[in-house]
């Protein structure tokens, strides 16, 4: 138990020392804070990239059409320390994603946080918001 | 599991963030991103502690060694201070100004080129590790593998360099302070996130120290009379250590993530 605190405070250090805003992207020039979305969908791809992660999803509407929506992310180093893994997410797996509408109004988001069905767990997007 | 939910109740972190950062601690360990180092000193429950004194070198001048990441503030976007503005000449207030409005849609690192002095140093999540050896300091930027070495074996400045992305560093000590100046820049890069520019004639005084274990800190002067009829100085940056870590590789692969630059 003693071990098992342990890891969750240190954890839990690498996840608040993840929270602040990335410098590095312009958020603002693309996104918009206030337009957000959340979509439930499966996975189709992922693109583990520098300077951001990309993932994909196909969304299924009331009638039955399907649209795939692209996810921004942080870095993989960044989601690395908020505990992401490179098998957290695959393709197949359906998740639901909250995040920030592209102004451009094209069906592309920046990831708050996602929540994969099939565990209900919850990881943090890396979001460059705020900035 | 008593005990995990005494932690969140005292943390204010809701059971759900901490049952996932539980889930993920494993896989995390392999990494590297969590490894006891031998050199942290530790409270006597075993975590790192942050407050204790700064390291020295066997020379008794201070040992800036560590892996740092900036503080969240507003310097990040501006360092004179928030709100403050610095008087520039006008072909510089007006690129300043198209960066600002712009919302920064032109930083050079969207496109994979290098941070400015000291911007790469102000990205928060993305660190950075100081390696203090005798005769130099290294900087090693995790962002892009980039790296800045600063030379304390007496050495001056060269005249007349080739000019670079980062320059060339020399450092002393005046008492516990580092200070380093730079000069040989390329033009190019921002100073910070908000966009502040600068020219070739750019020389920048660096003065850092280390009040703890823990913690990290800077001022940067800016002479730069091409742009700036004064020079002038940033505000204190704050940097956190980030214990018993190491950097993770960190190469750009724009090219494939440029398609997704839509925006305006």
């Known amino acids: 138990m003693r071990t098992r605190l342990a890891i969750i405070i240190v954890g839990l250090g690498l996840l608040l020392s993840a929270g602040p805003a990335l410098a590095h992207h312009a958020f603002a020039a693309e996104y918009d804070a206030k337009k957000p ?32 929506w ?33 102004k451009d109004g094209s069906n592309n988001a920046n990831v708050k946080e996602v929540t994969l069905a099939s565990t209900g767990q919850q990881l943090f997007g890396g979001s460059s918001q705020g900035q | ?53 700064a390291p020295r070198t066997p020379d008794g001048k201070p040992d800036l060694s560590g892996i740092w990441h900036a503080e969240a503030g507003r310097y990040l976007d501006n360092l004179a201070g928030e709100g403050v503005e610095v008087p520039m000449h006008p072909w510089a207030a007006a690129l300043y100004k198209q960066r600002l409005e712009s919302l920064g849609r032109d930083k050079p690192q969207l496109h994979c080129m290098p ?42 400045l060269p005249k007349d360099p080739n000019p670079t992305w980062y320059g060339y560093s020399i450092g002393k000590w005046e008492g516990n302070t580092f200070v380093v100046e730079t000069a040989g ?33 800077m001022e940067v002067a800016i002479d730069d009379s091409k742009a700036y009829p004064k020079a002038w100085k ?9 214990p018993d870590t190491e950097l993770l590789e960190h190469l750009c692969e724009n090219e494939k993530d440029a398609v997704h630059l839509n925006g305006k």
């Open chain 1, 37 to 68: 979305v959340k979509l439930t969908g499966t996975v189709t791809k992922l693109e583990w990239l520098n300077p951001h992660t990309w993932f994909y999803i196909d969304v299924k509407d009331d009638s039955g059409k399907v649209t795939n």
């Open chain 1, 70 to 102: 692209g996810f921004e992310m942080g870095s993989p180093n960044i989601l690395l320390r908020a505990g992401w893994t490179r098998n957290s997410m695959k393709p197949g797996d359906v998740v639901t994603v909250e995040g920030s509408r592209a």
């Open chain 2, 1 to 53: 599991m008593t005990f995990v939910t005494g932690a969140a109740k005292r943390l204010q972190v809701p059971v759900a963030t901490m049952a996932m950062v539980l889930v993920m601690a494993g896989p995390a360990a392999a990494q590297w991103l969590n490894l006891p180092l031998p050199g942290t000193p530790r409270t006597p429950d075993g975590k790192p502690n942050l407050t204790a004194p």
């Open chain 2, 115 to 156: 941070h400015g002095v000291p911007d790469a140093m102000l990205v928060s999540n993305i660190p950075f590790k100081i390696v203090q050896t005798p005769g130099e300091l290294v900087v090693l930027y995790e962002e892009f593998n980039m790296y800045r070495q600063i030379f304390t074996d007496g050495r001056s």
């Open chain 2, 185 to 217: 820049f390329k033009e190019g890069t921002w100073l910070d996130n908000g966009g502040h520019p600068h020219t070739d004639a750019l020389h920048l005084t660096e003065r850092f120290r280390r009040p703890n274990f823990g913690s990290l800190e």
């Open chain 2, 234 to 242: 940033s505000v204190t940056i704050h940097f956190k250590l980030l």
